[in-house]
């Protein structure tokens, strides 16, 4: 796919990474194009399926939700019903941010924010350890967040 956008296209995904809320004539400047091919070329890339869609991102410090913790997931179970059922139930936890099925000595990894340990802790054991399969879990608290990114790398 990448392939077929040249270097304005990732100029344009960069700037709307940055603020999807840019004027088109703002961007079309900093792009070096006028208004018209950049928004076609918007449109193309939304047509083609790298543009996904647009929204609000919201900061976890301000909301409060600053406690971050990591959890390893095994499974007693990964015949492709019981991944299939993990899957659609963690995602019904609002609190779980990401979570990625891994290669390795665990099944799963998900990053789940709250406000501090004890709303942790309850997440943990009302919500998590109900899934479906779970056989055991480790949990890492983050002390602090050295990078995180919103976008890929162009």
Do not use: W
């Not at 900061?59 to 959890?71: C, E, K, Q």
């Amino acid at each position: 796919m990448t392939d077929l956008i040249d270097a304005t296209d990732r100029r344009i995904l960069h700037e709307l990474c940055a603020n999807a809320r840019i004027p088109v004539t703002e961007l079309a400047r900093k792009v070096g194009l006028s208004k018209t091919p950049v928004a076609a070329r918007i449109r193309a890339m939304e047509e083609m399926g790298l543009i996904t869609g647009y929204r609000a991102m919201l900061s976890p410090i301000r909301l409060g939700l600053i406690h971050v913790t990591y959890v390893e997931v095994k499974l007693n179970d990964t015949r492709q019903k019981a991944l299939e059922q993990f899957n659609a139930a963690v995602r019904e936890i609002p609190e779980v941010e990401e979570c990625y099925m891994i290669a390795g000595g665990f099944d799963y990894l998900l990053k789940v924010r709250s406000h501090d340990i004890a709303e942790y802790r309850k997440i943990m054991g009302e919500k998590l350890s109900a899934l479906p399969h779970v056989a055991a879990t480790s949990s890492y608290v983050a002390m602090e967040a050295v990078v995180e990114q919103n976008s890929p790398s162009l």
